[in-house]
Each structure stands twice: as C-alpha cells, then as structure tokens.
T-cell receptor
Framework: AQSVAQPEDQVNVAEGNPLTVKCTYS??????LFWYVQYPNRGLQFLLK??????LVKGSYGFEAEFNKSQTSFHLKKPSALVSDSALYFC???????????FGTGTSLTVIP | NAGVTQTPKFQVLKTGQSMTLQCAQD?????MSWYRQDPGMGLRLIHY???????DQGEVPNGYNVSRSTTEDFPLRLLSAAPSQTSVYFC??????????????FGPGTRLTVT
C-alpha cells in the first residue's frame, strides 16, 4: 500500500537559516513524489516534484528536495528561510502503476524573524 | 484561466440533509479528484475521475457520490450529511497523460459544517 509520513507536525526556524521538512514514503513501483504548500484559507500549491533523473530537484520560491531511494525519503530544503515561507507543507506520492495520490499529514513551518 | 473553482466557499448543513459541492476547471484536464482535509490527517482522497464518464473510489468514499458528465465539471454529492463529514473539501485537477507524474491544481476549498 502507498503511504507518506511526515514525522514532524511543526518545524520552527530562524529567518536566514536553512530549513528542512522531512518526508518518507512507501510505494509499490517507481515513486512519483511531490511537495505542496498551503497558506491559510487557501488551496494547495505545487512546489516541486521528482519523477526520474537527478536526485536533487529544484522548485518554486528557492525550494529544493532530495530524493533518496535507499532511505525512501524526499526531504524539502531551502538554504535561507524567509518569514513568508511560513505555511503548511504537504508531501505526496503516487506510483507509476496507480491513479491515486497519497498525502502526508502536513508539517507546519514557522519562520521566526 | 480561472483554474479550478469551487462553490460554495462555506456551507452549514443539518444532519440528514443532502447537498452538492460544485467543482469546475477550464484547463482541459482529464483527471479530477476530491479530497477532504481534516486536522492531523492531511488530505484523503474521496473520489477521482480520469475522464468524462469515468469515476472511481478513493480512500474514503462512503457517504459521497460523484459523476463526470463533462470534462470541465466534477460535482461531489453528500447523500445524507453526518457530523463526521464536517471538513474542508478540495477539488483538484491535472493532465492525464502518464497521469501519475503530473502535479495537481487545487481549488480554494469548501468549508462544510454539519450540525
């Protein structure tokens, strides 16, 4: 069965410091991995995805994510956090064999000025 | 393009009432889906469709019906509302060629309260 785990409900980081939001996955077949961001009272917005190729994926707003097949992880990173990055972040997975997407429970990121 | 639109934004229902949540997209996406978002549980897939006339169940389909008569519209019907259906509902759409690899576009959500 496909699943995604986001082990941290809350991540706090100081402005200007690097940030990491963790995600691990379980999927049958080749994994397709996504990160989305949700601002208060809004729908989810796509940040980046890993389908195949380079393990380091670059996305919107300076975010990047590293795919690690041996650790079944897809952590979201940014070298220097901004206060405006404060939001709820979701990791999601689908598989090459399926029609369904599975989301993690979300990680609330707070960037402290 | 308006993207994915949802109506209404807010709704309060009494237990046992029925209603339809509307979703429309103008991007010619074949894949459309409905999720519910609950605190601590992330997004869970209710139903999805890979094209007009084709629908299938997701993770939590009980108590909900869908139909897809056109590419643009994908309404979600609550047959007999229950307090457990209090949630925020999101509609999403994406391209369907090699469908699993395409990101989804989300609507703004409908906040539903069942009393």
């Amino acid at each position: 069965a496909q699943s995604v785990a986001q082990p941290e409900d809350q991540v706090n980081v100081a402005e200007g410091n690097p940030l990491t939001v963790k995600c691990t996955y379980s999927v049958s077949g080749n994994p397709y991995l996504f990160w989305y961001v949700q601002y208060p009272n809004r729908g989810l917005q796509f940040l980046l995805k890993y389908i195949t190729g380079d393990n380091l994926v670059k996305g919107s707003y300076g975010f990047e994510a590293e795919f690690n097949k041996s650790q079944t992880s897809f952590h979201l990173k940014k070298p220097s956090a901004l206060v405006s990055d404060s939001a709820l972040y979701f990791c999601a997975v689908s598989s090459s064999t399926g029609n369904q997407f599975y989301f993690g429970t979300g990680t609330s990121l707070t960037v402290i000025p | 393009n308006a993207g994915v639109t949802q109506t209404p934004k807010f709704q309060v229902l009494k237990t046992g009432q029925s209603m339809t949540l509307q979703c429309a997209q103008d991007m010619n996406h074949e894949y459309m889906s409905w999720y519910r978002q609950d605190p601590g549980m992330g997004l869970r897939l209710i139903h999805y469709s890979v094209g007009a006339g084709i629908t299938d169940q997701g993770e939590v389909p009980n108590g909900y019906n869908v139909s897809r008569s056109t590419t643009e519209d994908f309404p979600l019907r609550l047959l007999s509302a229950a307090p457990s259906q209090t949630s925020v509902y999101f509609c999403a759409s994406s391209y369907t060629l090699d469908r699993a690899s395409y990101e989804q576009y989300f609507g703004p959500g409908t906040r539903l309260t069942v009393t």
